[in-house]
């Protein structure tokens, strides 16, 4: 079976990736076994939980059966992602997980999807990201399993690499921001290259026929001192040229990216999701027009649905989008009662939010279907639920 080494920035099971992980499966090999490693988020409370969602993302979108194991023994597809990359250090070491992860790669055989947290003990130093940018440790490296050393690699692998979540501070390179990174980046043994990988992409290295690839939504950045490459999504190389990069012998900085850049469709994320749903019932509301406000209510419903098995979630995730759907379906109540003082056809007001409140209970959303009728009694339509159906009376 050929070798496939996959390396995520972030957004491991997220609907971004799952193109992705689908074409690292169809090399597999019919009945192969696949294994999730949970040892970086193995420490939290919710741990069974984590890997539940990632099971079941595996096999309804990818077709993967997965089984959860502490050992990659006998795997054809090993994945890990989330949590502490120093927590799976330890524990790797110890357990001799990291030596087995790189065999694999030395014998170019299996595929080995690493992302995240794990992705980020990949290249011969790993960010200690969780005790640098919670604890306020001082920035420092720890030694990683260097599964870019037998690819002919001397480097560091830096996922969340675009990341924004600090706002008003910089979070970018994992949480490092651009001064904790420069000052770690001396540390480093001479000739070391950072390779920094964007949320919701990937690195995809062919170990057999040593093509590589960038997928998704970002790119790869390779960074030396007094050279920046940025591989864009789309980019196609061998890595023959990635360690030519790597190696500081790009000639001028910022060089155009080597191969041919294809054109794919950037995949969205639930928080531009989030705020697409919130700008379409705002511009609903303030119309007013209660069917597109039930439906941005709806299509808001089905993107927490779509994302549910998201172990991650970059900027909020899921929790984010239920508040909102909350508050959202506050305010078409507000809209309801609003309609009523004016008189304004409150049968094409309500019929809409009925429809909205059927779907829900459909799905199983009985609170958030709850929720919706309180906020309709708040505007003065009680629904009441018959044999025959939902039955509502307008305010006496």
């Excluded at 939290?44 to 890997?51: C, R």
């Excluded at 940018?133 to 037998?150: F, S, T």
């Excluded at 001396?186 to 590589?212: F, I, K, Q, W």
């Excluded at 054109?263 to 303030?286: D, H, M, N, R």
């Amino acid at each position: 079976m050929p070798g496939l080494l996959v390396l995520m920035g972030s957004g491991e099971t997220s609907p971004t990736m799952v193109e992705i992980h689908r074409a690292a499966a169809r090399t597999l090999r019919p009945g192969a076994r696949a294994v999730l490693l949970d040892t970086p988020y193995a420490f939290q409370e919710n741990s069974a939980d984590i890997s539940a969602r990632a099971c079941r993302y595996f096999a309804h979108s990818v077709g993967l059966d997965v089984e959860v194991a502490p050992a990659i023994t006998g795997a054809d597809w090993v994945f890990s992602g989330p949590g502490s990359p120093t927590y799976a250090l330890d524990r790797w070491a110890g357990s001799g997980v990291a030596g087995d992860l790189r065999a694999r790669i030395r014998a170019r055989e299996g595929v080995t999807v690493l992302a995240s947290a794990a992705a980020c003990t990949a290249g011969l130093a790993t960010v200690p990201v969780y005790e640098i940018y919670k604890v306020g440790a001082e920035p420092h490296w720890r030694e990683g399993i260097d599964l870019l050393e037998p690819l002919g690699l001397q480097a560091v692998l830096i996922p969340h690499f675009d990341n924004a979540e600090g706002g008003t501070h910089d979070t970018r390179y994992c949480y490092l921001g651009e001064r904790r990174l420069s000052r770690m980046e001396r540390e480093l043994p001479v000739g070391t290259a950072v390779l920094g990988l964007d949320e919701h992409t990937a690195l995809v290295v062919d170990l057999e026929s040593e093509s590589v690839r960038v997928a998704g939504r970002g790119g790869l950045t390779v960074r030396r001192p007094g050279s920046l490459t940025v591989l864009p999504s789309g980019s196609r190389t061998h890595l023959a040229e990635l360690r030519r990069l790597a190696e500081g012998r790009a000639g001028t900085p910022a060089p155009p990216p080597p191969g041919p850049v294809e054109t794919v469709p950037a995949e969205v994320t639930l928080e531009e999701s989030i705020q697409s749903c919130e700008e379409l019932f705002k511009s609903a509301a303030a119309r007013p027009d209660m069917v597109a406000a039930a439906q941005a209510v709806l299509d808001l419903e089905a993107e927490i649905v779509k994302w549910a098995a998201d172990t991650e979630e970059d900027a909020g995730g899921v929790e984010q989008a239920r508040e909102l759907m909350r508050l959202l379906i506050a305010r078409l109540g507000e809209l309801a009662s609003t309609a009523t003082q004016r008189s304004q056809g409150l049968p094409a007001l309500v019929e809409p939010l009925l429809v909205l409140r059927a779907e829900l209970r459909e799905k199983g959303c009985y609170d958030v279907a709850d929720a919706l009728r309180a906020a309709m009694a708040r505007g003065g339509v009680l629904v009441e639920d018959t044999p025959d159906g939902p039955r509502w009376s307008p305010p006496s």
